[in-house]
């Protein structure tokens, strides 16, 4: 039997990884911060928080809970127009939601 040459493609030279971003080229911090009222049920500040904010069972418990027992509580700390997003979709659910700049 001869030897036969087999076309196989060839992969391009792997390209270079970019560097991380510095700090000034990171999008700054803005807090959602949930506030207590009498209104709503917990359970559905729960699922709301499950739902809009992506927070896991636990961790939406957790801060529906704090936002009852201190009557505010961290959500989550993302860019602002991240942050605004998620509070447009808390307040549409009647929550009471802010945004500030995390410091």
Avoid at 17 to 46: A, C, Q, R, Y
Avoid at 78 to 83: L, M
Avoid at 96 to 101: G, N
């Amino acid at each position: 039997m001869s030897d036969s040459t087999v076309n196989t493609p060839t992969r391009p030279a792997p390209t270079q990884k970019p560097s991380p971003k510095t700090p000034t080229e990171t999008l700054p911090p803005w807090n959602v911060i949930l506030h207590n009222d009498d209104v709503n049920d917990m359970g559905f500040v729960v699922e709301s928080l499950c739902r809009f904010a992506r927070l896991t069972l636990p961790a939406a418990t957790r801060c529906t809970m704090e936002a009852h027992r201190k009557g505010i509580s961290l959500v989550i700390a993302t860019h602002r127009e991240h942050a605004e997003l998620i509070a447009e979709q808390l307040v549409s659910l009647r929550l009471t939601v802010t945004i500030e700049p995390a410091n």
